[in-house]
């Protein structure tokens, strides 16, 4: 059985000073499902990826870091003569770093509901989805509604990260309609403070809502009581991907039964990681390193 089965977009990620001057740059892979899937195997947890890459380089790097680390990859698919997409994430002195996708067309966009098999997620025991794929377009928020609707049918326990990126969305109108729609069908909510007013109607007390609070720390509410951790303060190489760690290790607490608190925790010690780390993954531990 799969402990966590995941979809989403897996891109290239160009990271450097300001473009217009910078000489250097960093190449690596990146993505919210694809960083959650590999925290999630190197403690040793069960963990499969869905999605599509271009039968390019980049597509060929994704699927060498995934089988590396032990996920599940049975599922992607490879589009030939289709590009795998990229960010361009250029870093600025007290500022977050400024993001231009590139990813319009890309392979991992192009994620269908007939991708999607229900009988690996029925199999699983938990499905962890995020907005920021359902942002990708009607195709891919379809994909993501089939695995959601196979999850409930099946009692799989829903996993649902709100991941707001305002720039795949038309309208914040239809952004709200559609994150609202996917938080109210989660067990288990992952927001950042910032974005508690797109899911309202989700934030009921029979929800078990996680927030984000970035250097703050994080709260969880869950069995109608509030619990909260403090952030770690580790050096900050790099912020990108401490979110996407975070939910990393909550969930892997969550899957070994522990505590509220003990959720957060691991979540945290995860994020740390991350953010003192140049890559969204390279630097998350394994299970010996907890």
Request: glycine share 10%.
């Amino acid at each position: 059985m799969t402990d966590v089965y995941t979809l989403g977009e897996a891109l290239g990620v160009v990271s450097s000073g300001r473009v217009r001057h910078e000489t250097e740059a960093r190449l690596d892979v990146c993505g919210p499902e694809f960083t959650l899937a590999v925290a999630l195997a190197r403690l040793g947890h069960r963990a499969c990826f869905l999605g599509k890459v271009g039968g390019d380089e980049l597509g060929a790097r994704v699927l060498t870091v995934l089988r590396g680390e032990g996920v599940d990859v049975a599922d992607v698919r490879v589009s030939e003569g289709v590009r795998t997409g990229m960010l361009l994430r250029e870093s600025r002195v007290g500022r977050e770093p400024l993001v231009t996708h590139y990813r319009v067309g890309s392979a991992g966009s192009a994620l269908t509901p007939g991708n999607v098999p229900i009988d690996r997620i029925a199999a699983s025991k938990m499905l962890h989805v995020t907005g920021l794929t359902a942002g990708l377009g009607r195709d891919a928020l379809e994909a993501v509604r089939a695995a959601v609707s196979a999850a409930r049918t099946a009692e799989v326990v829903i996993s649902f990260a709100v991941h707001y990126v305002p720039e795949l969305w038309p309208s914040v109108r239809e952004a709200e309609e559609v994150l609202s729609e996917l938080a109210c069908e989660s067990h288990l909510l992952f927001l950042a403070q910032d974005e508690l007013d797109l899911v309202k109607p989700a934030l009921t007390p029979e929800r078990e809502v996680v927030v984000d609070r970035g250097m703050k720390g994080a709260s969880v509410r869950a069995h109608r009581m509030r619990y909260d951790a403090a952030g770690l303060q580790v050096p900050i190489v790099d912020p990108a991907g401490s979110g996407d760690a975070f939910v990393a290790g909550y969930i892997s607490a969550a899957l070994e039964g522990l505590t509220p608190q003990e959720r957060l925790h691991r979540g945290t010690v995860l994020s740390a990681a991350a953010v003192s780390s140049a890559s969204d993954w390279q630097g998350l531990p394994t299970r010996a390193d907890l």
